[in-house]
């Protein structure tokens, strides 16, 4: 029988809904039945979704730690579950969503790959519906099995042939390297979000920025520029992160180098990310192998307090390439430094 840790911290107003009860209470309510009849592998099932019902706090190592005992457990109880079969498609399906839980917190693909397999198996047990099918394909492609999760597609993704589907098909096409195919699906994609009533401004800017991917992978800078830009004017926040690097890349490719260091040293306001443009640059400078201008620009963004590793770890590489041993022996440590600070997620 799975000990849980104590429950720490979580954020999930939902999971009180989602549980029809606070989760601390529904644990040790849980936790007495299981004391009073062991045997009722109900009460394990019952443990395991209040696992999958909270979002767990990862913001130090300590609390991812504790995280991974909570998963764990979860995982434990759900597999107990099995013994039942009335109860075997719910279990595999909140273990399949503990599997995905616990990819994303220590970024290993076995867990994707088994919760891609027990979604699948729960699908078997449902009848594999179109309904259900979409996740499971999602979590093929999540597992780098892209020629099964087009084949899941191509079984059963007609249904109305909507735009999830489509997003994955294309996720798959591009992962395949299969750019041309990819864009005719974001294509199809955003023509099918826009035709939905009410369809979140979020989910075609995803789809638009994917397809500026494919550009950029094609050589069509200019497309992938665009496609990032029109992105940026519908979701502005949550994708930035992503859309910056695409364009300020492009743009190094296009041969607008010069633009792209008016806006580090002069930046007319944040909008414009000068600091991302800067370490583009310096990967741009990187790959041509400009170890000079590189190095000065991953100095530049190498400080104790940046939250990120990466430009210690480029300088890394530039000095490696430059038979520079002491430098990167030094940046190395530094790297090592900064990732031992980090959750497991972000690892």
């Given amino acids: 029988m799975a000990v849980y840790p104590p429950i720490g911290e979580y954020d999930a107003p939902f999971a009180a809904d989602l549980l029809k009860g606070e989760p601390e209470d529904v644990l040790i309510a849980t936790n007495e039945k299981i ?94 519906s179109a309904e259900n099918m979409d996740s499971y394909a999602r979590l093929l492609c999540d597992a780098k099995r892209f020629h099964e999760s087009l084949q899941v597609i191509a079984a059963y993704g007609d249904d109305g042939f909507r735009p999830n589907w489509l997003m994955i098909r294309g996720r798959c096409h591009f992962e395949l390297k299969e750019y041309a195919k990819a864009i005719a699906d974001f294509d199809d994609a955003i023509k099918s979000y826009q035709s939905l009533p009410n369809s979140p401004p979020s989910s075609i800017a ?24 029109a992105s940026q004017c519908l979701e502005t926040k949550n994708l930035s992160i992503f859309q910056y ?45 400009r170890f000079a201008e590189a190095e000065k620009d991953f100095l530049a963004l190498a400080t104790p307090d940046s939250g990120s590793h990466a430009p210690e770890q480029y300088l890394v590489t530039i000095y490696q390439k430059q038979g520079k041993a002491d430098l990167a022996e030094k940046y190395a440590k530094l790297v090592a430094e900064k990732i031992a600070k980090l959750p497991y997620w972000m690892r």
Avoid at 245 to 273: C, F, H, N, T, W
Wanted: aromatic fraction near 8%.
């Fill in 35 to 128: 004391g009073q009849r062991p045997l009722d592998v109900a009460n394990y099932l019952r443990r395991a979704e209040v696992v999958d019902c909270v979002y767990f706090v990862q913001d130090t190592p300590e609390q991812s730690e504790a995280t991974l005992e909570w998963l764990d457990a979860g995982l434990g109880d759900a597999t107990i579950a099995l013994l039942e079969p009335t109860l075997a498609e719910a279990a595999y399906r909140i273990r399949s969503s503990l599997w995905s839980l616990r990819r994303d917190a220590v970024n290993d693909l076995r867990d994707g790959n088994d919760a891609a397999e027990d979604l699948g198996q729960a699908n078997r047990l449902a009848g594999r």
């Fill in 245 to 289: 690097p695409l364009i300020y890349q492009a743009m190094l490719r296009q041969g607008d180098i010069k633009l792209v260091s008016e806006i580090i040293d002069k930046p007319a306001d944040m909008v414009s990310d000068p600091q991302t443009a800067l370490y583009e640059r310096g990967k741009y400078f990187l790959e041509s192998d």
């Fill in 206 to 229: 995803f789809a638009l920025y994917q397809r500026g991917t494919c550009h950029f992978e094609l050589g069509d800078y200019r497309s992938a520029i665009r496609d990032a830009r």
